[in-house]
């Protein structure tokens, strides 16, 4: 059994961002500034009681007769109580033989076209692990970006406001920062598994990393280019964070509404319409959370029971990053025709420049993944290269057909002038040009 470094440091990121913000929401009490310390507590607060729903929701615990659980969680220590468990379950998993296993079949990758299964003995013991760690990754999701994001936003526009950083902040703001990347990451992962659920997905280190830069780089650019148009256009962030929500937020369902298809019923068996619907709606609420920083990797779709889209679209990953570097652009200049004093010793065109250089950076490493990291790159039915060849020779394409049509075009047009001027020789016959008259003197004078 693997050490459960995911569910450590899933731990880690929570409790210490936790405390940070406990800590400087008692600063923000000292200084006077109840604003600020009743938004750093909601922002702290919220997704705390999200992760604790989270962890019994995966595991079923409102169902079980389980009162300590429900103790630990209503008090907000859920998650170090699961990876207690967790660690205990590691330790004794070496020691004891299990006599119930189950066998699972997975499908490797495929080596010159051909494809193996493997059969694998899963004892319960790796079952309870793989149900924590899936836990804590949901977890970790929702405290990314339902809680990290909205925080580190925070935090930044009070330093820009302020111009200084105190430890403390600078403290959150790199722990929201990691928490959220940490969460994009998880996010990748699990969209990998999910979409490939059949086959035995083996993530190397240089996928970690690669993602990690394209994470880093999206996320503090998008974190960034918010701050600087909020701290010079506050109403208008407001309307441009509604529309972002909404867009991403209604899209699903209405994809659900115009396929026709029938209320989802197998998302969980104990649950009622209503709580369906809950559920669905909170799926929604996350998917929107996401796709405000950064593309979520997954498409939404109610209608399937993994509630996640398995076919790899990559023309809305294009449409994302076009759409999204269009607003990221427009922001700025919004930022640079409107800026105040406060930004008086700051070089503004350099600092569009190196904003759009680093999303650019962040779009790079994405596409280096998706071309030689991703752990599932042999299932694609197109590469990113090949589809990129595809654009080029579309574009390629509707250049020499409108170049055509052009030629074409301007060869009627002259063939039809040519024509004119046949027809009408004998009125020019009858009244002669002044050019063509001074030519026949000259040449009767010589």
């Not at 020499?400 to 020789?425: G, H, N, Y």
Request: aromatic residues 14%; hydrophobic residues 45%; proline residues 4%.
């Amino acid at each position: 059994m693997k050490f459960p470094a995911s569910v450590l440091a899933s731990l880690f990121l929570f409790v210490a961002e936790t405390i940070a913000a406990l800590y400087l929401s008692s600063t923000y009490r000292s200084d006077g500034d109840r604003m600020w310390q009743a938004l750093t507590l909601l922002f702290s607060l919220m997704p705390c009681a999200l992760v604790q729903f989270t962890l019994l929701f995966v595991h079923r615990d409102l169902s079980r007769d389980r009162p300590l659980v429900l103790l630990m969680h209503l008090l907000q220590l859920g998650p170090l109580y699961r990876c207690f468990e967790v660690f205990c379950l590691y330790c004794q998993s070496n020691q004891n033989e299990e006599p119930y296993v189950s066998i699972t079949k997975k499908r490797q990758m495929p080596k010159d076209g051909l494809s193996e299964e493997v059969e694998k003995e899963v004892g319960q013991a790796e079952g309870k692990m793989f149900t924590h760690r899936s836990a804590f990754s949901r977890a970790s999701v929702i405290q990314a970006f339902l809680g990290s994001a909205p925080q580190l936003t925070l935090q930044l526009y009070i330093t820009v406001l302020q111009q200084s950083i105190t430890t403390g902040r600078g403290v959150i703001m790199t722990l929201s920062l990691l928490s959220i990347v940490y969460g994009a990451l998880r996010c990748n992962i699990l969209a990998i598994k999910i979409k490939y659920d059949e086959y035995e997905v083996k993530v190397k280190p240089l996928a970690y990393i690669c993602i990690f830069l394209w994470r880093s780089f999206e996320i503090a650019t998008r974190v960034i280019v918010l701050v600087l148009f909020t701290s010079v256009l506050k109403i208008w962030v407001v309307a441009v964070i509604l529309v972002n929500f909404f867009s991403f937020f209604l899209y699903p369902w209405i994809l659900f509404w115009y396929s026709g298809s029938p209320f989802p019923e197998n998302i969980e068996k104990a649950l009622s319409r209503v709580g369906t619907t809950i559920v669905l709606c909170f799926f929604t609420l996350l998917y929107a959370g996401i796709n405000m920083f950064c593309w979520s990797a997954v498409q939404l779709k109610i209608d399937s029971p993994d509630l996640i889209s398995k076919s790899q679209n990559w023309y809305r990953l294009l449409i994302y990053y076009m759409m999204r570097f269009i607003e990221n652009s427009v922001l700025l200049l919004l930022w640079y025709f409107f800026k105040t004093d406060i930004y008086m010793y700051v070089c503004a065109p350099l600092l569009i420049l190196q904003l759009l250089i680093a999303y650019c950076t962040g779009i790079l490493f994405m596409l280096v993944f998706y071309q030689f990291f991703h752990p599932c790159k042999k299932l694609f039915s197109s590469s990113v290269s090949e589809s990129f060849r595809s654009c080029l020779r579309c574009v390629c394409w509707s250049r020499v057909r409108r170049k055509s049509t052009e030629i074409v075009v301007k060869a009627d047009t002259d063939l039809k002038s040519r024509t004119d001027q046949d027809v009408t020789p004998s009125t020019s016959m009858l009244s002669p040009e002044p050019t063509e008259t001074w030519s026949a003197v000259d040449l009767c004078s010589a």
